[in-house]
C-alpha cells in the first residue's frame, strides 16, 4: 500500500490539493481498479468504518486491517434536494433535485454518502435496498460512483 | 489558585436584518459592544481581555480578531478568537466562562458576530465538510438536518404538521423581540405551503440568514454583584464533539445533546429538568429539531416530543417556554447565534427580557449546535453556585 493519492480540482484552476492518506489512498485504488469497498477494523471495539481511517475515534486506537463491505447495502437515512444552490467546488449549480443518501453498505457500521436515484420518488425509503451504478470511466474518485440504484 | 464563581453582567445585541450594507463588520461589532458596555455600566478600559468568534471564511475575512481591534475595544488588550462553526457563540461563552472560572481575568468580553450577506451560506458551510467523502452531495445545513427528520420520523414518526407547530410557535414568540429578524406570525397552514427545501423541511421551518453581532460580558464572583444587582450565574458548562464524518452521525437523534445534557443536570444536581428549568434558549436551526432534541434533552420521552409541543406545555406560559425570543428560526447571524442564546438566557435570570420576559426566572439552560452534529450547553442561575 504504497499508492499516495492526490485529488485535484478538475478543470477550473484552484489553487488547492487535497491529501487523502495512505488509508483513503487504497480505498480509492480499489474501487478504482476493482469496483470494491474497503472499509477498517477496530480490534477492540470490532467496528467497522467507512470510509477508511487509521484511528477508531472512540477508542483511539490505531486500525490496520481493512475490510470489504458492501457493494450492496440499505438506505440508513436520506433527503431530495429540491432548492437551487452553487456547488463551491465548482461554480456550478448542483443538479436539483436530486436524491442524497446515507447507504450502509453490508458489513459496514457506518454510513456511506452518496446519490440515490429518485427516478421513482415513492421507493426512496429508510430501509430499501441499494446497489451502486459504476462509471465507465476509470477516474480514481468519488464521482467513479454514478449514485446507487434501489433494487427492491 | 481555585475555580472562581462567574456572572453575566451585561449584555448588548445589534438590530439583526438580513442585510446591513450600513456598517463594516468592526461597526457591527462596535455597536453590540458598547451596549453590552452601557447595559453593564462598564467603561472599556474596565474590560480584561476579550473572547471573539465568527464563521471562517463567511466574510471572505480572515483574523477578525485583527482587523476589529478598533470596535472591538481590543487595542492593547488580551484578544483570543475562537470558531467552532455553529456552536461558535456558545465556545465563545463558554471560552471566556473558562478564563474569568480560572481566575485569569476578572471581567472578559465576549463577542460573536457575522455577516451572512456578504457571502454564500450554503457554499460557505459545504466547504467546511470534508472535500473528499462529504462535499459530493452534503448541501449545506439544511441537507444534514433533513437527513436527521427523516431518520427520526421513521424511527418515531412525526409529520410534517408537527414540525410546522414548532415553527408557528418560535415565530409567533419573534413578535416580542426587537432584536429578532423575522417578527411576523404563521400558521401551520404557511408553513405547511412554504417550498419544500429537503423532504421534509420546508422554507419556513428553517432559519434565516442574518447580520448582527451580540456581545455579552463575564464577571468574577468578586465584581459581579457591584456591578449589577441581578447577576446572571453560570453554573455549569457542557460540550461535546462527538463525529468527524457526516456518515458516522447516529441520525435520528443528537448524542451529543444527550451526552452533554446528562453531564450538565449531574455537575448541577439537576434530577427532573422539565420541572427545574423555568426557561430554556434551545440553538434549534429548523423546526424538527424543536422534537428531536426536548428529548435529547429529557424533557420528553423518546417519541413524545410532537406531544409535549402541541400541548402548548412550551409556549409562552406554558410548564417550560422554548424560545420566548424566536430563537434561531427568526434570527441567525451564525457567529453571533449561539451567544445570542447564552445573552438571552442572561436576560431571563436579570429580569431584563422585557415583552419576552418569562416570570420569575430561577435557573434557565443555552445552548448551542453545529459542526458535525455537536452541542455546547449552559446553565444559568439567579442564585450563586454553591462550589
Redesign the interface.
Known sequence: MKENII?ESGALFQPFN?S?GLY?SKFFKELTDNRKFFGTKCQKCNKV???PRKVC?PCFSEMTEFVEVGPKGVI????????A?????TGEQ?PVP?G???IKLDGAD??????INIEDESKV???ARVEPVFSEEKKGT??DILYFKIID | MSKKRVAIVGTGQTFHKSHRPDVNGQELINEAVQRALCDANLKINDIDAIVIGNMDHFEGINYVDCWSVDGSGGVMKPIIKLTTGGTTGSTIAIGGYHLVASGIFEKVLIIGWEKNSESDTTGAITTAFDPVWDRLVFAGAISGLAAEAQAYISKYGASDKDGARVSVRDRKHACNNPHAQLRKEVSIEDVLASPMLADPIHLLDVCPRTDGACAVIMASDDCAEKITPTPDWIVATSSRHKYTYLGDVNWGQLDSMALASKEIYKKAGIKEPRKEINVIELYQPYSFAGIIWIEDLGIAEKGNGSEYIWSGATDMGGELPINPSGGVIACNPIGATGLIRCAEAALQIMGKAETRQVPDVKLALSSGFGGCMWTDLILHSKKKPDF
Open positions: 485529488i487535497y487523502i483513503g468504518y467507512i470510509p475515534g440508513g437515512t436520506y433527503t431530495i434536494l429540491r432548492y444552490f452553487i456547488d463551491p467546488e448542483k436530486y442524497y443518501g446515507f457506518t454510513l456511506f454518502q452518496h446519490y425509503k429508510i430501509g468519488i464521482k
